[in-house]
């Protein structure tokens, strides 16, 4: 069977269950004695060992498996949950990361080797002297010297002296499994299905459940009546693979029974892996699985694509229908025009939040992230985390990890102060990092705020001028923020020293691309000794936004409603020239002014007159007047991207499609600053 089919389904679902694993460790390590955090690592563990197995991927499936032993001493109390345990699951959770990502990349389990990790584990029993090493020559031992723990009850022993009278013998067998086996209840259930094609089993030790669940470790034992004699028995099991021993034994009974039943009568006592006796719990189980995926389900996100397409398509001949003019239109038609728009903006909702997902998904992974850079840096940090719930489109989701550990990661190295350095200063010795996200209109906000030391503005400018990124003269003409921006500009970096977390100045350029790719901005917020806050701001959806149109020369083109804080007019006569840029004097603050027509080289269709028309934008705390020759009003756009071709284009984000069919040009207000 091809099991590339299901890769996809397993990298989702082992994603799902590490991130589940990851938060269970963490809440682990505060308080090692809860049994059900166990319980819930435990079967995650045993849920990725299985899966593993079914694939192939035998480096994830015998790591989980020696995860399961150590997990089940601490579930069992022979093993004590301490730091060290924590940290050596903690290093197993990230080498089976790192072989789920290497089958995202090429199919194939990571690079790791998974023999030193598993040796630690081995180690850990070992040392508490719980249970032996589950490695081969021990496997070996054991079976050598073997003896049987199953015992006679007495219904059992009634059962195999009246077995005797119909001439069927009982013996006591000893199954022992290859230490390699993936599957070792698969593998049962084919041992006990051969042997009941001979005769009965009345007794499993461990228990039908519990060899179902593959709570044994590589033997089981039964008590088998059958007509078969030893040799054959011992045959049919060892023709089926992945079984390294059979021992059998016949039993020995005594006395007579004077109503002798036939043997068959048997199947309705202790039947280990019977089908009819499982039927009411599988039926169980499935109804509760049924209960919970019929809430959600995995979606393809081009099957979204496609339909967010075809909802596009039809807010452009909703659009189309309302640029028809006709005088011989009826109130039907307008009507009709009218219920069309709320069709297509409750079906614009439904796929909007289709393609919503919570960012709980991405800040999930930060808290082990803070808790490892705290132990490297020899600091105390407490993570705070707020508005996970908040919802952000799925493509956001993917691609606004990496801004975030960069930020984090300035925060913890450069922002906040060795515990020394702290209690000096009077705070307190564990420095606070905070993670907030929330809805702000028709944009998401992530701030990343610290309590440490803020950003020296004096060493931002000396770094800066060291590494001539500006001038001068430039500099001394900068306010404060401005000079913080700086932060932003590739190669920059104040780390005094080069070490694994930073200091290669590959950090902030990296957020700010990122951030502005997805159509979002980064601002800064600094005060020396209190403290940095960065604010991202990023939009609801990436396909479709309100946008102000507009038309340059004889071009029509979109300004985002997002990015406009006011429309207004200003006289010609009232603009100046400060350093070669065009201002004007509006509500007592120095507005610049942008002539698009000279940006975009649109040619101008009349001579300047005495009044313009300004649309001012904003960029964080920066605004600015863009001068358009005519307004058109507030539209509904879908964004189209321009290709490969015309990526590189920085004014322009994108295009549209009007109701006309012709296309206007989507303008990045963002770029314009």
């Given at each position: 069977?091809?099991?590339?089919?299901?890769?996809?389904?397993?990298?989702?679902?082992?994603?799902?269950?590490?991130?589940?694993?990851?938060?269970?460790?963490?809440?682990?390590?505060?308080?090692?004695?809860?049994?059900?955090?166990?319980?819930?690592?435990?079967?995650?563990?045993?849920?990725?060992?299985?899966?593993?197995?079914?694939?192939?991927?035998?480096?994830?499936?015998?790591?989980?498996?020696?995860?399961?032993?150590?997990?089940?001493?601490?579930?069992?109390?022979?093993?004590?949950?301490?730091?060290?345990?924590?940290?050596?699951?903690?290093?197993?959770?990230?080498?089976?990361?790192?072989?789920?990502?290497?089958?995202?990349?090429?199919?194939?389990?990571?690079?790791?080797?998974?023999?030193?990790?598993?040796?630690?584990?081995?180690?850990?029993?070992?040392?508490?002297?719980?249970?032996?090493?589950?490695?081969?020559?021990?496997?070996?031992?054991?079976?050598?010297?073997?003896?049987?723990?199953?015992?006679?009850?007495?219904?059992?022993?009634?059962?195999?002296?009246?077995?005797?009278?119909?001439?069927?013998?009982?013996?006591?067998?000893?199954?022992?499994?290859?230490?390699?086996?993936?599957?070792?209840?698969?593998?049962?259930?084919?041992?006990?299905?051969?042997?009941?094609?001979?005769?009965?089993?009345?007794?499993?030790?461990?228990?039908?459940?519990?060899?179902?669940?593959?709570?044994?470790?590589?033997?089981?034992?039964?008590?088998?009546?059958?007509?078969?004699?030893?040799?054959?028995?011992?045959?049919?099991?060892?023709?089926?693979?992945?079984?390294?021993?059979?021992?059998?034994?016949?039993?020995?009974?005594?006395?007579?029974?004077?109503?002798?039943?036939?043997?068959?009568?048997?199947?309705?006592?202790?039947?280990?892996?019977?089908?009819?006796?499982?039927?009411?719990?599988?039926?169980?189980?499935?109804?509760?699985?049924?209960?919970?995926?019929?809430?959600?389900?995995?979606?393809?996100?081009?099957?979204?694509?496609?339909?967010?397409?075809?909802?596009?398509?039809?807010?452009?001949?909703?659009?189309?229908?309302?640029?028809?003019?006709?005088?011989?239109?009826?109130?039907?038609?307008?009507?009709?025009?009218?219920?069309?728009?709320?069709?297509?903006?409750?079906?614009?909702?439904?796929?909007?939040?289709?393609?919503?997902?919570?960012?709980?998904?991405?800040?999930?992974?930060?808290?082990?992230?803070?808790?490892?850079?705290?132990?490297?840096?020899?600091?105390?940090?407490?993570?705070?985390?707020?508005?996970?719930?908040?919802?952000?489109?799925?493509?956001?989701?993917?691609?606004?990890?990496?801004?975030?550990?960069?930020?984090?990661?300035?925060?913890?190295?450069?922002?906040?102060?060795?515990?020394?350095?702290?209690?000096?200063?009077?705070?307190?010795?564990?420095?606070?990092?905070?993670?907030?996200?929330?809805?702000?209109?028709?944009?998401?906000?992530?701030?990343?705020?610290?309590?440490?030391?803020?950003i020296s503005i004096e060493k931002v400018r000396d770094k800066a001028l060291s590494k001539g990124l500006v001038s001068k003269e430039t500099i001394a003409n900068m306010n404060n923020d401005e000079i913080v921006n700086l932060l932003f500009k590739p190669g920059f970096s104040t780390a005094e020293k080069i070490s694994d977390i930073s200091g290669r100045g590959v950090g902030l350029d990296v957020v700010k691309t990122k951030i502005e790719s997805l159509g979002g901005l980064v601002e800064v917020h600094s005060e020396m000794n209190m403290g940095s806050k960065f604010i991202i701001r990023l939009p609801l959806t990436l396909a479709i936004i309100q946008a102000l149109m507009v038309t340059i020369g004889d071009e029509k083109y979109a300004l985002p409603l997002n990015s406009i804080k006011e429309i207004a007019t200003i006289k010609t006569n009232t603009i100046r020239k400060v350093h070669n840029q065009e201002v004007v004097l509006f509500r007592n603050n120095t507005l610049p002014i942008l002539r698009m027509n000279e940006i975009l080289q649109?040619?101008?269709?009349?001579?300047?007159?005495?009044?313009?028309?300004?649309?001012?934008?904003?960029?964080?705390?920066?605004?600015?007047?863009?001068?358009?020759?005519?307004?058109?009003?507030?539209?509904?756009?879908?964004?189209?991207?321009?290709?490969?071709?015309?990526?590189?284009?920085?004014?322009?984000?994108?295009?549209?499609?009007?109701?006309?069919?012709?296309?206007?040009?989507?303008?990045?207000?963002?770029?314009?600053?």
């Amino acid at each position: 069977m091809d099991m590339n089919q299901y890769l996809d389904i397993f990298i989702e679902e082992s994603k799902e269950h590490l991130q589940d694993m990851n938060q269970l460790l963490l809440k682990l390590e505060a308080s090692t004695d809860d049994l059900s955090l166990l319980n819930e690592i435990f079967r995650i563990a045993h849920t990725l060992k299985g899966m593993s197995g079914t694939m192939g991927y035998v480096k994830m499936a015998n790591l989980t498996h020696e995860m399961e032993n150590v997990l089940q001493s601490i579930r069992n109390k022979e093993i004590e949950a301490n730091e060290h345990i924590i940290d050596v699951l903690f290093e197993c959770f990230d080498t089976l990361e790192e072989y789920v990502n290497g089958l995202i990349k090429n199919g194939v389990e990571g690079d790791l080797d998974p023999k030193p990790l598993i040796k630690k584990l081995s180690n850990i029993m070992n040392n508490n002297s719980m249970e032996k090493s589950h490695d081969e020559e021990d496997i070996k031992d054991e079976e050598n010297n073997s003896k049987f723990t199953i015992d006679i009850e007495d219904i059992t022993y009634n059962i195999i002296n009246k077995a005797r009278e119909s001439n069927f013998s009982s013996f006591k067998i000893m199954v022992v499994l290859n230490p390699e086996c993936m599957l070792k209840a698969a593998r049962a259930f084919i041992v006990f299905n051969t042997l009941e094609k001979f005769g009965e089993i009345i007794r499993s030790k461990p228990s039908a459940e519990e060899i179902e669940d593959e709570k044994f470790d590589n033997a089981f034992e039964i008590i088998y009546i059958t007509k078969l004699d030893e040799n054959t028995i011992r045959n049919e099991i060892l023709n089926i693979s992945e079984i390294n021993e059979v021992v059998v034994e016949r039993i020995k009974v005594e006395g007579n029974i004077n109503k002798p039943q036939k043997i068959k009568e048997t199947k309705k006592i202790n039947k280990p892996v019977s089908k009819n006796n499982d039927k009411p719990k599988k039926e169980e189980k499935s109804n509760k699985l049924k209960s919970k995926t019929s809430k959600t389900v995995r979606v393809d996100i081009d099957r979204l694509d496609n339909l967010m397409n075809l909802v596009s398509e039809l807010i452009i001949i909703k659009t189309r229908l309302e640029d028809i003019e006709d005088s011989k239109l009826n109130t039907n038609m307008n009507e009709a025009v009218e219920y069309l728009e709320r069709i297509t903006t409750s079906l614009h909702d439904a796929v909007m939040k289709v393609r919503m997902v919570p960012i709980e998904r991405t800040f999930n992974r930060f808290p082990r992230m803070v808790r490892d850079l705290s132990k490297e840096l020899g600091k105390e940090i407490k993570l705070y985390m707020t508005g996970e719930e908040t919802e952000v489109d799925r493509t956001v989701i993917d691609e606004i990890g990496d801004p975030l550990i960069h930020l984090l990661r300035n925060s913890i190295d450069h922002g906040i102060e060795d515990p020394k350095t702290r209690e000096e200063l009077g705070k307190p010795k564990a420095g606070n990092v905070y993670l907030r996200a929330y809805p702000d209109g028709n944009n998401v906000v992530i701030e990343v705020e610290d309590d440490g030391s803020g950003i020296s503005i004096e060493k931002v400018r000396d770094k800066a001028l060291s590494k001539g990124l500006v001038s001068k003269e430039t500099i001394a003409n900068m306010n404060n923020d401005e000079i913080v921006n700086l932060l932003f500009k590739p190669g920059f970096s104040t780390a005094e020293k080069i070490s694994d977390i930073s200091g290669r100045g590959v950090g902030l350029d990296v957020v700010k691309t990122k951030i502005e790719s997805l159509g979002g901005l980064v601002e800064v917020h600094s005060e020396m000794n209190m403290g940095s806050k960065f604010i991202i701001r990023l939009p609801l959806t990436l396909a479709i936004i309100q946008a102000l149109m507009v038309t340059i020369g004889d071009e029509k083109y979109a300004l985002p409603l997002n990015s406009i804080k006011e429309i207004a007019t200003i006289k010609t006569n009232t603009i100046r020239k400060v350093h070669n840029q065009e201002v004007v004097l509006f509500r007592n603050n120095t507005l610049p002014i942008l002539r698009m027509n000279e940006i975009l080289q649109v040619n101008k269709i009349s001579e300047d007159k005495d009044e313009m028309i300004i649309v001012v934008v904003k960029k964080g705390d920066k605004i600015a007047g863009l001068v358009v020759d005519n307004l058109i009003g507030q539209q509904e756009v879908v964004i189209k991207s321009l290709g490969k071709y015309l990526s590189g284009i920085k004014v322009i984000a994108g295009a549209t499609i009007l109701g006309n069919g012709q296309i206007a040009l989507i303008v990045d207000p963002n770029s314009l600053f």
